[in-house]
């Protein structure tokens, strides 16, 4: 028990009922302040707190807070009950907002492919190779708090909120504390709990750079008394004062207790301020364990009930004065006018992209939902490390700020990969955007292994709202075709395959992309000597392939939450190309070459379509259809080719669970699957695989055994495996067999492919 607090309650109480015989007229209420201090995922204990609050009827005047305090605190302050912040904490995905890993469907769809598909990727800075910056930039956090802060807008005063707030942060140029009490309260919360070597600092003006406040001032007590706290509540979460040798036993422990010192010594001094002095028992918890969240809430809780005692005797004390008046709520706003947008801290991107592509218009309104997918829709191009907004009231609505921080314009990338087919690979990227001129980005990508892959883009943005992409496309592959004759391996072709593409894209939105194009395509497959030695009328060639103009159009739709283990969203892919007169390239055993006249034109269609729906919290359904239809006149080299799992793919191979990569051929196909999987953790699953296919090279046979459903000509394949997404890449492992023989295939991917 607080004696002091004892004190100050029978003084209150014994003076209202003074002035209350005299005059019949109350004293004024003595204010309450409420300090959260910092502690990374133990400030979630200040929710358990809140909660008790609220039960108690205890409301407070003023409310400071440093680091997560500052963000509990904040969203406190603007009118979010304990429940709602608890309701928040719950459905919070902290792996993802404490990282810089944003979801599939949040990227472009140019980028999708390559998004996060490379174990390092360096900055290339004046010709020179430069270092990860190795500290979260803390997007999707500050996102968070942009969106819940949304009924801020034109509030920049925080002594306006339903309860005045003030958080602190360290000026880490000169060491000062620096106190926010205006300006964007998303940013301040943001800027409070800049974690030096964890989360990139915020920069408030051009000399002002600001750290985590708890640097300095971790328990802010002082700031909430000059505020005009009669009475204080304290809640602690920050580093323990007892500790021994034993809790530094690794480097990382030394330096983060050196570094917190000054703030735990001011934190002594600051606790000598407080009346009730609220420390949850968090011993077993560290700043990390965000995945302990509720766990740690009710710690929080549980601490409170624990002084329930002093906690009732200052209700009770306070409830001689009647309800305080119920505090102004913060509207939240449909829409808001925006008079201009401002862009800060471009370097090299040119503002007319920037602005095109956020497809905002000045002197309208805009909805929360349409500035956050518009927000979105420019950070999923990978420009920025960081981008950011707030407003400022300017004529009759708001200026939209946007602040902004550039990645590098040139990088190099670098992955590795080993399959049970293809073998081992090193994947090289070289990324440069405005190359040439502005608006564009340039990509060299190549798999250097056995059977190489390479490819070469370029882009760039057109049209006012920059959804148009003028864009060059080219890819070159040397693939492996293993050849069977009645389920029998008689050997294989070497595959040499050139694509060039002239096209036209339009961006319909952040994950549906249309496109038509001329292009440019050779392919041609090599038998190797076995096949030309026992099968001399078959394969009586070196090579066998064509060259030739034509057209290509396709339609895609991505909107995965993860490219290696999605639990959510559908890919559909539309790809149409036809090929006007090809010249063949043929050359047989005795070096005759096939004169140059032309074959007839042909046309290739293919569909797929493949959906993830989450049945219950770790169970995965997923389904899927996949057609290919072409014309006779299709050349063996731009056959489909079936079989094999889906990591290792390349161009016109279909997976199918149940053969081997190429094992079953046709020019005409149509195949369905559906599977299960069971995520066990958020980066290992379980899955069966059930898939049927049936193929023909004549479109009209396919037809009719599919609508006759002949068994005879209905592939079944079935299996199951595991996946693991690791730093390096996604581990799988799956084996299957199908209906036609007893054989077991299996099929073992290690790290990012091609």
Request: with cysteine.
């Amino acid at each position: 028990m607080n004696f002091r607090l004892l004190f100050v309650a029978f003084t209150l109480t014994a003076g209202i009922s003074l002035m209350s015989s005299a005059q019949n007229i109350p004293s004024e209420r003595p204010k309450v302040g409420l300090v959260l201090s910092g502690g990374g995922a133990k400030g979630l204990a200040h929710i358990g707190v809140l909660q008790v609050l609220e039960e108690l009827g205890i409301q407070p005047d003023y409310i400071s807070g440093t680091s997560m305090g500052s963000i509990v605190g904040g969203l406190y302050a603007i009118g979010y009950s304990a429940d709602e912040l608890s309701q928040l904490n719950g459905n919070a995905d902290w792996n993802t907002l404490l990282s810089d890993n944003i979801p599939l469907k949040n990227i472009a769809m140019d980028e999708k492919e390559e998004y996060n598909q490379y174990i390092i990727e360096l900055p290339l800075q004046d010709r020179r190779v430069g270092l990860p910056a190795g500290v979260l930039e803390g997007q999707n956090l500050s996102r968070l708090l942009s969106e819940l802060t949304w009924r801020t807008i034109g509030v920049e005063d925080f002594n306006s909120y339903p309860y005045s707030f003030i958080c602190n942060g360290t000026e880490i140029i000169n060491g000062d504390i620096i106190e926010f009490t205006s300006g964007d309260l998303a940013r301040a919360m943001r800027a409070s709990m800049a974690i030096p070597s964890v989360f990139s600092p915020v920069q408030i003006d051009s000399n002002k750079v600001v750290v985590d406040g708890g640097i300095i001032r971790n328990f802010p007590v002082e700031e909430v008394r000059k505020m005009g706290a009669d009475i204080v509540i304290g809640v602690y979460t920050g580093f323990r004062e007892n500790i021994t040798s034993k809790d530094l036993s690794s480097l990382v422990r030394i330096l983060t207790r050196s570094s917190a010192l000054y703030g735990i010594n001011d934190t002594r001094e600051q606790e000598k301020l407080v009346d009730i002095l609220i420390t949850p028992d968090l011993t077993n918890y560290s700043s990390t364990d965000f995945n302990r969240n509720i766990e740690i809430e009710e710690a929080g809780a549980m601490e409170a009930r624990g002084h329930y005692k002093e906690l009732k005797a200052l209700a009770d004390s306070l409830a001689r004065y009647g309800q305080p008046e119920k505090p102004a709520e913060l509207q939240e706003k449909d829409s808001v006018f925006i008079e201009r947008i401002q862009v800060n801290n471009l370097k090299s991107l040119d503002e007319e992209l920037i602005i095109g592509i956020l497809d905002i218009t000045e002197g309208e309104y805009i909805t929360k939902e349409e500035l956050l997918t518009a927000i979105d829709r420019l950070f999923g191009t990978l420009y920025f490390e960081r981008l950011t907004f707030r407003f400022t009231r300017e004529g009759k609505g708001y200026r939209l700020i946007l602040d902004t921080k550039e990645k590098s314009l040139s990088s190099i990338k670098a992955a590795v990969h080993y399959d049970n087919f293809y073998g081992a690979g090193l994947i090289v990227n070289f990324t440069n955007s405005n190359f040439l001129i502005s608006n564009t980005k340039f990509s060299a990508v190549a798999d250097l292994s056995e059977y190489p892959q390479a490819r070469v883009y370029y882009y760039k943005y057109i049209g006012p709202h920059k959804n148009f992409l003028a864009a060059s496309d080219n890819y070159y592959e040397s693939n492996l075709i293993p050849v069977y004759l009645e389920a029998d391996r008689i050997g294989r072709f070497n595959q040499q395959h050139f694509t060039s593409d002239l096209m036209i894209k339009y961006t319909i939105d952040l994950n549906q992309q249309l496109g038509i194009g001329a292009l440019f395509e050779y392919s041609a497959v090599y038998p190797d000597k076995a096949m030309q030695e026992f099968y001399p009328d078959e394969f009586n060639y070196k090579r066998y392939g064509y060259h030739g103009f034509g057209i290509s159009g396709y339609y895609r739709l991505n909107t995965l939450d993860n490219m290696f283990i999605p639990s959510q969203g559908s890919v559909t892919s539309l790809y149409l190309k036809g090929i006007f007169s090809p010249y063949p390239d043929l050359k047989y055993l005795n070096d005759t070459i096939q004169s140059r006249s032309s074959v007839n034109s042909f046309g290739k269609l293919q569909f797929d379509f493949e959906n993830y729906r989450a049945l219950r919290k770790k169970l995965i359904f997923n389904t899927g259809l996949s057609f290919g239809l072409s014309d006779d006149e299709i050349l063996t080299s731009d056959y489909f080719f079936v079989g094999g799992h889906k990591n290792n793919l390349r161009r016109n191979h279909i997976s199918f669970a149940g053969y081997d990569l190429g094992e079953f051929v046709a020019s005409n196909f149509i195949k369905a699957k559906f599977g299960i999987n069971y995520r066990l953790f958020n980066n290992f699953q379980f899955e069966l695989l059930f898939n049927a296919l049936m193929g023909s090279d004549r479109f009209e046979d396919l037809i009719q055994s599919f609508l006759s459903f002949d068994m005879k000509f209905l592939n079944l394949g079935y299996g199951g495996g595991i996946t693991y997404n690791t730093p390096l890449g996604p581990v799988n492992l799956f084996m299957a067999g199908n209906n036609k023989d007893g054989k077991i295939r299996w099929y073992f991917n290690m790290g990012f492919t091609f």
